[in-house]
């Protein structure tokens, strides 16, 4: 269902593309503006698949040099890391639509070609533009090194030993990065959207075009009120509301998280034969609270690792993050894996379950920005340890942005506020982080988005990593945006493939930079767990 499907063309803010200069007019950012960019093959030496593989679908990658500090942007210089695949339609080429797949920490310059069949048609008339942020990916490295687990979102029981305990984990975490310390106040989002627009006029764009996700809505939000006459058609899917972003990213979703988790219990309970996890919902629950008391007690191993008290609510957040039967099948086999160890027998293998938990390995923690259709935020990383770049600019750029509580003792009393109502994952999305302990504060205030640039923003109703709230909330500040709102839907990261809607709605603007008349509504798709029946 579409309401509001009428649609009209709404005029960019600011001046017309064709009466913009492409360069800023500063002066000391002349050369980085006016740089060559130098495109070549992708690969990196013969072990670089990724790279061989856009060179075989015709992507083409570059280096762009900008300033580390751009307060002085005649000191100091890093890289960023490019990749693009030209228009089909050069002949009426609109110009770049780059891409940004969420994190922080996340690269797009290995899913280009990914994101180019995700989006089809779409994107004809434009460049798509991948671009891995400062120090992700291809772009100049930051990495601290293997004091950075895989799992920095680590919970914290409500008693004092339990917290005390992942605190001084958290501590070592940003001790890892101390000696980065000369670098790190110029890892953040206003840096990163300063590089984008760096890229945007080295490219020889008046304007660009942009699609985000998750923490990729932030970045775009930021750039359009620090760059607003620079914007074209911006796509913001699954948002983060710019005016309650931080360090403690999931605080917002411990309701959402349980809800969801009770949708799936239920699931569950009609699964039985299957599963054998109980025959009610609350039985069901039953059996991932004991999991919780087993880990408690003893790690528990399943596939090999071991996992203590402190790892669970992870795995059930990132389980959580859509409502798909495959996503409610691969946690039952999950719950199933931890119960057996729980109660000393061994737990039967599946590669599903498997892949799942390696993924957990690699992806880093259970924050906004896995694209379901286009890969994942760690799929960056080049050079050295994958986990551990990713972890380190993801870490830097969520400290440096917006600075965290020093008090630990509030983190804990908050761990315990909200233990009784979201016990499964309070210990988790109210801990405290590495933030708390970093070795630097953030140099810029946060920015305060407020205008009238239009944009289309997107958003599932019952996303739990970024809530449907910040959606509308983003929403009210962009004043000339629109909303377009999956109805219904636990899912992060909405287009394209989830609503014909929706995919509609986005595509007629990338299109044709055509926003709907008003805001719209589209029915979740059938048969997801936990929907309502038609």
Not at 59 to 69: I, K, N, Y
Not at 424 to 446: D, K, L, M, Q, S
Not at 503 to 512: C, I, S
Request: net charge negative; proline share 7%.
């Amino acid at each position: 269902m579409l309401v509001g499907a009428a649609s009209l063309v709404v005029p960019r803010a600011g001046a017309s593309a064709a009466a913009l200069p492409v360069a800023s007019g500063n002066p000391l950012l002349a050369p980085f503006e006016s740089q060559p960019v130098r495109w070549h093959e992708c690969q990196i030496g013969p072990n670089d698949a990724v790279g061989g593989y856009l060179d075989n679908v015709g992507a083409q990658c570059a280096d762009v040099s900008v300033p580390l500090d751009y307060a002085r942007p005649t000191g100091q210089t890093i890289t960023v890391g490019l990749a693009r695949i030209r228009a089909v339609d050069q002949a009426h080429r609109r110009g770049p639509l780059m891409v940004n797949l969420g994190g922080p920490g996340g690269g797009a310059v290995d899913a280009v070609a990914d994101i180019r069949a995700m989006l089809g048609p779409a994107a004809d008339r434009f460049d798509l533009v991948a671009m891995d942020p400062r120090f992700v990916g291809r772009s100049s490295a930051l990495d601290c090194g293997p004091a950075l687990g895989a799992d920095w979102l680590r919970a914290a029981g409500p008693d004092q030993d339990s917290f005390e305990r992942v605190a001084a984990e958290q501590a070592a975490t940003a001790a890892g990065c101390s000696a980065h310390a000369d670098v790190l106040p110029f890892a953040s989002t206003r840096n990163t959207a300063r590089d984008m627009d760096v890229v945007r006029a080295a490219l020889g764009a008046a304007t660009t075009s942009y699609l985000g996700y998750s923490y990729g809505t932030y970045l775009g939000a930021v750039y359009m009120q620090m760059f607003p006459d620079r914007v074209d058609r911006f796509v913001l899917d699954s948002v983060v509301d710019p005016a309650t972003y931080s360090p403690r990213v999931l605080r917002g979703s411990g309701d959402l998280l349980e809800a969801a988790l009770g949708e799936w219990a239920a699931w569950a309970a009609g699964q039985d034969a299957q599963f054998a996890l109980g025959r009610t919902a609350a039985q069901v629950l039953h059996a991932v609270d004991r999991i919780y008391q087993a880990a408690a007690r003893r790690p528990l191993t399943v596939d090999g690792v071991r996992y203590d008290a402190s790892d669970i609510p992870r795995l059930l957040i990132a389980s959580l993050i859509d409502d798909s039967e495959d996503a409610a099948a691969v946690l039952a086999m999950g719950v199933r894996a931890f119960v057996d160890a729980a109660d000393g027998r061994a737990p039967a293998t599946n590669p599903y379950l498997t892949e799942f938990l390696q993924g957990l390995a690699t992806d880093g923690p259970a924050l906004p920005g896995a694209h379901a259709h286009a890969g994942t935020d760690a799929d960056a990383g080049a050079g050295g340890s994958v986990v551990s770049a990713f972890q380190s600019a993801q870490l830097a750029v969520l400290c440096g942005d917006v600075p965290a509580p020093r008090i630990a003792d509030d983190y804990l009393a908050d761990v315990r506020r909200h233990t009784g109502a979201q016990r499964h994952v309070a210990g988790a999305i109210w801990n405290i982080t590495p933030c708390a302990f970093w070795p630097v504060r953030p140099v810029e205030p946060p920015t305060r988005v407020a205008n009238a640039v239009p944009a289309l923003v997107v958003a599932a109703e019952k996303d739990n990593r970024t809530p449907y709230a910040g959606a509308r909330a983003l929403h009210r500040v962009l004043s000339a945006s629109r909303l377009v709102t999956l109805r219904d839907a636990r899912v992060h990261g909405v287009y394209p493939g989830r609503s014909g809607c929706v995919d509609g709605a986005v595509n007629g603007y990338l299109q044709n930079g055509t926003l709907p008349r008003g805001d719209v509504t589209c029915t979740r798709p059938p048969a997801a767990v936990g929907s309502p029946p038609e």
